[in-house]
């Protein structure tokens, strides 16, 4: 069999692209603004605030949670959910390094 795509790529730039993946649909951004202006949120208030079904917020929470950006946790019948700390340090200092590394020289077409 011939390698896949991704092992091709390193761990990091793997790593990257799927968090990239998952924040890049504009109900995740909001959410995670929400998350962040709130330092904690309950599911159920993401609907309130963001207008959208409940369904659409669980699967959109589900994405973010598998990237490792948010972190959730059961308090009676809701879940919680956060940022993720060392998940959203890294995805920082990650895009921060790519954005850097880029020097403007005018030499390009």
């Known amino acids: 069999m011939g390698v ?3 092992e091709i790529y390193t761990e990091e730039q793997n790593k990257l692209a799927m ?6 649909h504009p109900a995740r951004i909001a959410i995670l603004q929400e998350l962040i202006k ?8 993401l609907v309130t605030e ?3 079904a409940q369904a659409t917020i669980s699967q959109h929470l589900k994405e973010l949670k ?7 946790t059961i308090e009676g019948v809701s879940v919680c959910y956060c940022i993720e700390p060392k998940a959203w340090k890294s995805l920082q ?5 790519l954005f ?10």
């Open 66 to 72: 598998n990237a490792g950006l948010i972190q959730g």
């Open 4 to 6: 896949t795509k991704s």
């Open 19 to 24: 968090q990239l993946k998952a924040i890049a």
């Open 100 to 109: 850097t590394s880029y020097k403007d020289n005018n030499n390009c077409c």
């Open 50 to 52: 963001l207008g959208l």
């Open 38 to 45: 709130a330092n904690a949120c309950i599911c159920g208030d």
């Open 93 to 97: 200092a990650e895009l921060n390094q």
